[in-house]
């Protein structure tokens, strides 16, 4: 849908999403659809598999017809250049900060898709903060190995699939959590 809400993911799930930007382009004939799919809020730490039509997108009957890029979500993260390439109105200013999101483009194959295809991936929702990571918190556990979590900052937390850190993490979010 392109009017659903964006999810948060913790843990790893399969998710569809949300369409932010769908086109055609290419050639003379529009031989190429080009697509935008929001898989959720904030930055997450990865995509291992994506379907198209519950067929994961490597299968051979895809050879040649699919190009994506991946954006984890970071607030720093750049546009695609491969949704560029559909027409004028992607650009340099449509970075989708702070949003994952998988940037597609389906080469038009009668056999391969009869009509926009339903995109699914399994991914490693977000990075979390763990105390017991951190060697300034005063819960600090040496025997987990590592000592650089901190608080105020992101990019040294890890993914995890611990549903305390998880719920921590969404009471204590000021953006999208309860802050």
Do not use: M
Request: one cysteine or more; charged letters at 20%; hydrophobic letters at 30%.
């Amino acid at each position: 849908s392109n009017i659903d809400p964006i999810p948060v993911v913790y843990g790893r799930r399969k998710v569809g999403g949300v369409r932010a930007f769908i086109s055609t382009g290419g050639g003379t004939k529009n031989e190429y659809l080009y697509i935008a799919l929001v898989l959720s809020e904030g930055q997450i730490d990865g995509v291992e598999q994506i379907y198209i039509n519950d067929t994961l997108s490597t299968d051979s009957k895809y050879s040649g017809l699919v190009q994506t890029q991946v954006f984890l979500g970071s607030d720093d993260q750049t546009y695609s250049t491969l949704l560029s390439g559909a027409d004028a109105t992607w650009g340099a200013n449509h970075r989708l900060r702070g949003v994952a999101y998988l940037a597609i483009r389906l080469k038009y194959d009668q056999d391969a898709f009869g009509n926009i295809p339903d995109i699914q991936c399994v991914i490693r929702g977000k990075r979390v903060y763990d105390p017991r990571k951190d060697s300034t918190s005063d819960v600090y556990d040496s025997g987990l190995g590592v000592s650089t979590h901190r608080f105020d900052d992101p990019s040294t937390w890890q993914w995890s699939n611990n549903p305390a850190l998880c719920l921590r993490d969404y009471l204590t979010n000021a953006r999208y959590g309860k802050g």
